[in-house]
């Protein structure tokens, strides 16, 4: 905790020192559409922390309503979030990295209206994504449960891996579609739906775990990450097909 909270300022000095040395004048106007442009940003990331510790709150609670005891549901709860999802999150370090170069190429882009560019970007992200994510669940679906044994001595985070392999290219696709819809300027977009995703997790832990157990919160991870992969995408052919239009 010390140490994000340590990174978070001293980004946050290095952004300020920056605009200090170059002595950057500003004007309303620009400071106006910035501010646009990184308040549903903003509002995301603040979004998804706050339901990210909802879900922490509610899970165990959720599963003792199922019939766990205390310490069966901190142990299933911290199985999940600390052995399983780790492991299925490491691969998104490179998709990650990818949608931090593709913001300001497609920015860049989308200023000089090349559609081309933009969809060239396009194609290759779903392609790369896809074939990343696929074989990243092939390789759990095969060796999750090995995964599990070798890394945590746990038969129950091995069982957590397989059954979370499937989120990996839904999981690699919004992250960096969502990145190009940043640069495309419709962050509105990618912030509600960021809400709709964490809303239905939410009302799965509170409505249905009770009465089904923690498998039924994993449908639910998955629902919402294709829920939001298909939203994006059809928001991008959406954009495309205008902008084609307007030519």
Same mark, same amino acid.
């Given at each position: 905790m010390w140490g994000n909270l340590c990174g978070e300022i001293a980004a946050v000095l290095f952004c300020i020192s920056t605009f200090s040395f170059q002595r950057m004048q500003i004007s309303a106007s620009v400071m106006k559409k910035l501010l646009r442009f990184s308040s549903p940003l903003s509002g995301s990331r603040v979004i998804l922390h706050l339901f990210s510790s909802a879900e922490s709150i509610l899970i165990p609670g959720a599963l003792l309503s199922y019939g766990l005891t205390h310490t069966d549901a901190l142990s299933v709860f911290g199985t999940l979030t600390g052995m399983a999802l780790p492991?299925?999150?490491?691969?998104?370090v490179l998709t990650g990295s990818v949608s931090v170069l593709l913001l300001p190429v497609i920015s860049e882009a989308a200023v000089h209206g090349d559609m081309q560019r933009i969809r060239h970007a396009i194609f290759l992200t779903v392609k790369s994504c896809t074939f990343l994510g696929f074989g990243c669940t092939l390789i759990y679906l095969l060796f999750g449960r090995l995964f599990g044994q070798l890394l945590f001595h746990s038969t129950l *985070? !091995? *069982?957590?891996?397989?059954s979370l392999g499937f989120l990996c290219p839904f999981l690699f696709l919004t992250h960096t579609l969502s990145s190009i819809?940043? !640069?495309l300027n419709l962050t509105r977009y990618t912030f509600l739906l960021n809400l709709l995703s964490c809303g239905l997790r939410l009302c799965t832990i509170v409505l249905l775990v009770p009465h089904f157990g923690l498998y039924v919160y994993l449908w639910s991870m998955l629902f919402s990450q294709l829920l939001q992969t298909v939203s994006y995408l059809i928001l991008l052919l959406r954009k495309a097909k205008s902008a084609v239009c307007q030519h």
């Open positions: 492991v299925i999150s490491l691969p998104t *985070a !091995g *069982a957590f891996i397989v819809l940043h !640069g």
